[in-house]
């Protein structure tokens, strides 16, 4: 599980070799307000337009936002549309294009026409050779990328079958990889797997994933069986399945397969979102990040960049407010009094496919050690519940003068709090009926204790969930500060 602060600090010292097809996009914007004599046909009347660095480039751009370092290779035609993409490129100081001129062949080129009042795609005008690279241009691109991987932290395939990733260029790239031991990641279009034979990690969209594997994919049960099989063709370490609005499935080998729904958010445009989800996980990935963790900040960078027009990128920030998003409910609403009922905002959340959190504490002068157990513990969750001692309580565990702040003070402070999606107040010395009732898929506490000390730990686990224990802050304890503030006062 992971600490997205200490996450996004680590992504900006990752270096990235992405190889793939690179692309214009190009958006006309316009209003729809008749029908073309001529044809049957909705006439555009244009009002601006906009170009961007697309394909495989969109993914050097989402990259390049999130403060990280690109080698970007591909190729481009001789024409305007190279020239282009070569000086854009140019523009990012933290991308370092690595770039092969085909004569041969037209720079990609797609112009998407889109009603600026719907948000809604028209048309779209194609530009392209879509043919794999001849023998020499193919050999061109070997010579120059595979200086590059030991430079890099990781490697990405963004294969969007426009010639650059023809099968040798593939072998060349994942087996040189794996002689530095970097891992590859690949956003596949072939629907033969077993040319990326060798890869960590594939990527397909649930069309693509059924397509190779000729399977329905209509379950996470099915992803899961079929990726199995898939896994072992490719000799893959693990598979991410997208699926759009339905959320991301990972299977890894030999393992469960975790599922993610998507995050609720509204859909403005989802070109390039593949594109920002394979950045994310190859930043993650190269961050020492494990799977889940890669898994759930990919699929917050896609509900980030399909809120967005055109093929957009995702900066940190954007991404931290997603993450860690502001709690479901007003402060006032969090506070559950002891008995009180849980059961709605349970049902609720079990009903969306939400992951459930659980973290407690008496939290009676709250310090910077609390708040970051409680923002690793919304990192590792959709919904987290805090459970918090009653007066009672405290006066038992801590003594006289305890608590500091009555129960109602206490859980008015965690409610403001934007990590904290429900405070529940209990009477028990531990909250172990707490747990019982809400049982969380991940139960986090501070690592001045160990899992077999952490209440509810049996509970959890039988469950299938997981304990997360949280490095402490030193030199921040709630009982050596009282201590401190009353010897001052006396």
């Known amino acids: 599980m992971f600490d997205f ?85 140019a523009r990012e100081s933290l991308i370092e294009a690595v770039l092969v001129a085909d004569s041969s062949r037209p720079t990609t080129r797609k112009v998407r026409f889109v009603s600026e009042h719907f948000s809604t795609h028209m048309l779209r005008a194609d530009w392209e050779l879509a043919v794999p690279a001849s023998a020499d241009v193919e050999q061109k691109l070997i010579d120059a990328i595979l200086p590059q991987v030991a430079r890099a932290d990781i490697v990405l395939l963004s294969d969007y079958a426009k010639g650059v990733l023809t099968a040798r260029v593939i072998r060349n790239i994942i087996d040189a990889a794996r002689k ?99 950045a994310v996980l190859a930043l993650t990935l190269a961050a020492s990040a494990d799977w889940e963790t890669a898994l759930r900040m990919a699929n917050a960078a896609a509900a980030v960049a399909v809120g967005k027009k055109g093929t957009a990128t995702v900066t940190p920030a954007e991404l931290r407010r997603k993450i860690l998003p502001h709690a ?88 403001a709090l934007e990590a904290v999606d429900l405070v529940a107040i209990f009477e028990e010395d531990t909250p172990i009926n707490l747990i019982a009732k809400v049982r969380p898929s991940v139960l986090v506490k501070g690592g001045d204790y160990t899992r077999e000390q952490v209440v509810g730990h049996e509970i959890v686990e039988a469950a299938g969930g997981e304990v997360v224990l949280v490095d402490i802050l030193p030199g921040h304890s709630t009982t050596s500060l009282v201590g401190r503030a009353r010897g001052g006062k006396a």
């Open 5 to 89: 602060e200490a996450l996004s600090q680590a992504i900006p010292r990752q270096t990235v070799l992405c190889v793939g097809d690179l692309m214009l996009d190009e958006f006309v914007y316009g209003e729809v307000s008749r029908i073309s004599p001529e044809a049957p046909a909705p006439v555009i009347a244009v009002q601006r337009s906009e170009t961007n660095v697309g394909g495989a480039g969109n993914v050097a751009r989402n990259i390049a936002s999130l403060g990280a370092r690109c080698i970007f290779a591909g190729l481009v035609g001789e024409d305007a549309a190279g020239a282009k993409l070569k000086a854009d490129l």
């Open 180 to 278: 530095f031991g970097k891992r590859v990641i690949v956003d596949p279009k072939s629907a033969n797997f077993a040319i990326y034979r060798g890869a960590t990690l594939l990527t397909p969209n649930r069309r693509e994933f059924a397509e190779a594997t000729r399977s329905r994919a209509d379950t996470d049960q099915d992803i899961a069986g079929a990726a199995q099989d898939a896994m072992v063709l490719a000799d893959c370490e693990a598979m991410l399945v997208t699926q759009s609005e339905h959320g991301m499935t990972l299977v890894v080998r030999g393992g469960e397969a975790i599922h993610v729904p998507a995050l609720p958010v509204k859909v403005r445009d989802v070109s390039g979102a593949g594109d920002t989800v394979a």
């Open 328 to 415: 479901s409910l007003a402060a006032e609403e969090k506070i559950v009094p002891a008995r009180g009922d849980l059961e709605a905002h349970l049902a609720d959340w079990r009903r969306q496919g939400l992951r459930i959190g659980f973290t407690n504490g008496c939290f009676d002068i709250l310090h910077p050690g609390h708040v970051k157990v409680l923002t690793v513990a919304r990192g590792a969750c959709d919904r987290l519940i805090v459970g918090l001692n009653s007066d009672a309580s405290v006066k038992r565990l801590k003594g006289e003068g305890r608590p500091v702040q009555d129960e109602r003070a206490r859980g008015e402070v965690l409610a």
